[in-house]
């Protein structure tokens, strides 16, 4: 069983920087595919970046591309989420996922990971 933690959500203004920070006590497989997804209220949870391919591969929600940046520290056993020039519509809880396998065709997918962590809320004021 693989458990995740997030931390380092919290309140910024717009245009402010956070980064989030996922533990993870392993990884369910010596390839997985390891995320961030977010879900505003009243919208459904989406993937905002994810890292798969032994770490040569990254997907990013458009909406993302150019402000947040995903990385991993297999060292640390650590994900982590840089996120610049926030703004508003960032507002979301963010969760961390960890799936055995993913492809380039389903790395967005909720439904292909199979551990979550609680979630840290981010929320940007403009």
């Known amino acids: 069983q693989v458990q995740l933690m997030e931390s380092g959500g919290g309140s910024v203004q717009t245009g402010g920087s956070l980064r989030l920070s996922c533990a993870a006590s392993?990884?369910?497989?010596?390839?997985?595919?390891m995320g961030w997804f977010r879900q505003a209220p009243g919208k459904e949870r989406e993937a905002v970046a994810v890292?798969?391919?032994?770490?040569?591969?990254?997907f990013y929600a458009d909406s993302v591309k150019g402000r947040f940046t995903i990385s991993q520290d297999n060292a640390k056993n650590t994900l982590y989420l840089q996120m610049n020039s926030l703004q508003p519509e960032d507002t979301a809880m963010y969760y961390c996922?960890?799936?055995?396998?993913?492809?380039?065709?389903?790395?967005?997918?909720?439904?292909?990971?199979?551990?979550w962590g609680q979630g840290t809320q981010v929320t940007v004021s403009s």
């Open positions: 996922a960890a799936a055995i396998r993913c492809n380039r065709y389903n790395a967005r997918i909720r439904s292909q990971y199979d551990y």
């Open positions: 392993g990884y369910p497989s010596s390839n997985p595919c």
């Open positions: 890292i798969y391919n032994g770490g040569e591969s990254t």
